[in-house]
């Protein structure tokens, strides 16, 4: 108690809003990742990978989020220079520095992919994390509109490559112009009035049309009962947004045509139904039919930040949240078009698409459904029974891993052979190698089922007839890889038949 | 000349030190991490990724690089609570960090790799970056030197499996015990002078035996002309330092014997050597001999940080520098065993070793002997003739996706068809298919040779042969995707064959 103070000790653990991510959670981000990089290089998209660090100049503000426009970045400065840098904070902003900077060299329309962490400086949530994992494919220097078609079609195809099933995700696609076109047949002329229907019309996910009609009018008691103003329209001016949000209808050419209704005489209307119509008709000369991809005004997530055709993909299906409830998984990709992001750099104009796939959210649903998940297989474990004789079982280990079988020694005090098994059940070992001095001297091994072990301890009431029923067979040493190699191999696993 | 001034442009260029990947580095570097996951994950170890952010509490200062003590790191502090993040500087503390906070969840011994970027607030030069690639193994909580044989029996695989065959790399294996034993027997108690002889036997590598020599006595004119003060030690004591760094002879058995007798009676040194033999040992038992790993006491590097077995893997074939010179690739990975990172959170001494191999530069080692590199094939170009019928290429492009062939309609404005030609050709892209409205009418399509083009427009000396001979055939439109995937498959390419 009279010891001098020391410094205290480091507290071991991840800053506010990070996490660690072990094993089968790597491995799977990894493997969806590649399958993706797959299904984008097919379609003719070049990796890039620009740095972590941009400087703060060129990163500017261009977050996506409508909901967070304060959301802000991890930034120091330099110490020489005094410039300030910053963490990217997706992989768009980066795009346009890399295009802008390296715009002689690259072929254009350049097509580019990049996957890997972005950092936002923003309030930690459940489930909501500082650093997590952005998938995107964009494609600059074209406005064609097939460059917003194929993304779409890619984007159904990489959902299918992970796993999601046709039928199982939508993706939806409108168009900023459309928008503009409704607010100009409007007469809405007054930037903070547009941006106020804007903003009521962002909130039609949550309080749908008559909600919508509220809030454009005098205004709407909220839920939680506090009255929220409304932007002030007269009833009948309503009309052309509601009109937008609500012309879905059963078929590509019924929608188009009530956005025409809806749009006016507004010409900038009339470009974003063309190019809604234009889209349509690429995804159906590909064959991507409404099963997969369809027109519908109702998407406005981020409609403020795109200039063109926005995209969005839901996954439809139900999953249970944490507290047991159904709930839509809801969406797992956003994109659309934008011109802007270049321009800053060089002044030019230069058109661009693009999607961005949230990978995290992506894996958490095919972990809600099953269809991923639970622990990687272990490795084979050579057990140590006779600490002197580390050689011979280095020896056998050498030969699982050389016959490509996954395999390890245990590495740790060897006394109580317990705890060797217990290292093997936390691993998930499927199988343990035993050798001590009697086999050795027979010139055999004993291999252990710890599979069927764990099943026959749980089965089996007594004590006795556990020790009867021992999940293990003899063989000779030197059948050792091949025991191993077809047992791992064999989906009907009987290591007695194989044994022989 | 009169406009107002407008707010400067940001400037599109990376941050001083680092830089972007473009294609074809990006997947092969994807490529060589995934090959050496594969390794690390036969051998039993688990995959961890961490976050890149750290508080700088639990980071520490722990940088491995003797010759850069004052490598700073990338660092900023929270709004909210004043915390100091940053960046990681390597992937050994965040695993230290990881390890204590997980501790009782994770089985012991803890087999890891990790792969990532790692940063460092460092002046960047020519080939050194501020942001690199990191790929670990490390084991913890195993004081056993069947896991430090383990370490360099995979990295051995890892190397081979990257594409360095046996005879173009050795692993050197050293022990810190054994240069403790050294300083013991010299009768070196102060750690100042103690500080002094290591920095010494640091430059060994530099300065030779006769340096060395010179640098323990009394100085030393270096190249430069300036005078270094040496450390003051009479000569004969010199001789066991000498003796530890060129005690290597052409077996393990007999460098044992000269370390032995290098440490003389010091407890510490014999327990090195017992360390190092014991190594030799289970790597023999494991099949790897001396063409792959070798007992050197003279790899010095990182000794002071490390606490018992230190590893280095060097590549022993010539490459052409910059300045068209022979030179040494030198070391790609090194590691060893470190016994306190640990013990900075939980207070309780921990066994860890493991290595990192520095992935970017064993692929210049890889791209230097012309084994990796030069560019990706690019995409099949689908040629637009007629903007009108972007329908009918896209289906064309929809259908050879659909076989697996990378390929893209051409997105740039398809008015000049030389500059589609041009974009392929900055592309790479193997094929171009054209179909024009005349094409279009008699159901074929034309499918170009672009290599062979190419080659021909070389070959041929008169513009007048080169339109006689285009490498171009001409097939029924139903055939496309057939062809383009027997070509693309075929190793011996002859498109004209191919066609029938």
Redesign the interface.
């Known amino acids: 108690m009279a010891k001098p103070k020391k410094t205290p000790?480091?507290?071991?653990?991840?800053?506010?809003g990070?996490?660690?991510?072990?094993?089968a959670?790597?491995?799977g981000?990894?493997a969806m990742l590649?399958q993706i990089?797959e299904v984008y290089?097919?379609?003719?998209f070049?990796?890039?990978?620009?740095?972590?660090?941009?400087?703060v100049?060129?990163l500017?503000k261009f977050l996506p989020d409508v909901d967070r426009p304060n959301a802000g970045v991890?930034?120091?400065q330099?110490?020489d220079d005094e410039?300030w840098?910053a963490?990217r904070y997706d992989l768009t902003a980066p795009l346009a520095?890399?295009f802008?900077?390296?715009r002689n060299d690259l072929?254009?329309?350049y097509?580019r992919y990049a996957m890997g962490?972005v950092?936002r400086?923003e309030k930690p949530g459940p489930g909501r994390f500082?650093?997590f994992y952005q998938c995107d494919a964009d494609?600059v220097?074209?406005a064609?509109m097939?460059?917003d078609?194929?993304i779409c079609?890619m984007l159904a195809?990489c959902l299918e490559v992970v796993g999601i099933p046709r039928g199982d995700y939508v993706i939806r696609i409108n168009n900023r112009k459309v928008l503009n076109g409704v607010l100009e047949s409007m007469g809405l002329t007054d930037d903070a009035q547009r941006a106020d229907v804007m903003r009521t019309i962002d909130k039609f996910d949550k309080v749908g049309e008559e909600g919508v009609r509220q809030l454009l009018g005098k205004g709407r008691l909220d839920a939680s009962g506090a009255y929220i103003d409304g932007v002030g329209l007269a009833p009948e001016q309503a009309d052309p947004v509601i009109a937008f949000l609500t012309s879905r209808a059963g078929d590509a050419a019924t929608t188009l045509a009530n956005l025409r209704t809806a749009v006016g005489d507004s010409a900038t209307g009339a470009a974003g139904v063309d190019e809604l119509q234009s889209i349509a008709?690429?995804l159906?000369?590909?064959?991507y039919g409404p099963d997969r991809i369809v027109i519908d005004p109702s998407v406005v997530r981020g409609l403020g930040y795109y200039t063109g055709p926005v995209f969005e993909a839901e996954l439809t299906f139900e999953i249970t949240d944490e507290k047991g409830r159904p709930r839509q998984f809801g969406s797992v990709a956003g994109g659309g078009r934008y011109d802007d992001l270049v321009k800053?750099?060089?002044?030019q104009e230069v058109p661009a698409t693009g999607i961005s796939i949230g990978v995290d959210r992506l894996l958490a649903a095919l972990r809600a459904k099953g269809r991923i998940g639970g622990t990687?297989a272990?490795?084979v474990l050579i057990t140590v029974m006779d600490r002197d004789r580390?050689?011979?079982?280095?020896?056998m280990?050498?030969e699982l891993?050389g016959a490509?079988?996954?395999?390890?020694?245990y590495?740790?005090n060897p006394k109580n052979f317990g705890n060797q098994l217990k290292?093997a059940d936390?691993?998930d070992c499927p199988l343990a190698v035993i050798e001590g001095s009697d086999e050795k001297d027979r010139g055999v091994v004993i291999i252990k089922d710890l599979a069927l072990g764990k099943k026959l301890a749980a089965d089996i009431a007594s004590n006795e007839e556990w020790k009867e029923q021992p999940a293990q067979v003899e063989i000779a040493r030197n059948r050792l890889a091949e025991v191993v190699t077809r047992y791992i191999g064999e989906t009907e696993k009987n290591l007695f038949e194989i044994a022989g």
Chains 1, 2 share one sequence.
């Open positions: 000790r480091p507290r071991a653990e991840t800053p506010k990070f996490r660690d991510y072990f094993g959670e790597v491995a981000r990894n590649a990089a290089h097919r379609y003719g070049d990796a890039l990978e620009s740095s972590a660090v941009e400087t100049e060129a500017g991890f930034a120091w330099e110490a410039k840098l963490l520095r890399v802008a900077q390296h072929a254009t329309p097509r962490p950092w400086n500082r650093q494609t220097g074209t064609s097939a460059a078609a194929e079609a195809d008709d690429l159906t000369a590909q064959g800053r750099f060089t002044g990687e272990g490795p580390m050689g011979d079982y280095q020896a280990v050498a891993r490509g079988i996954r395999a390890e020694v590495l740790g290292y936390k691993r």
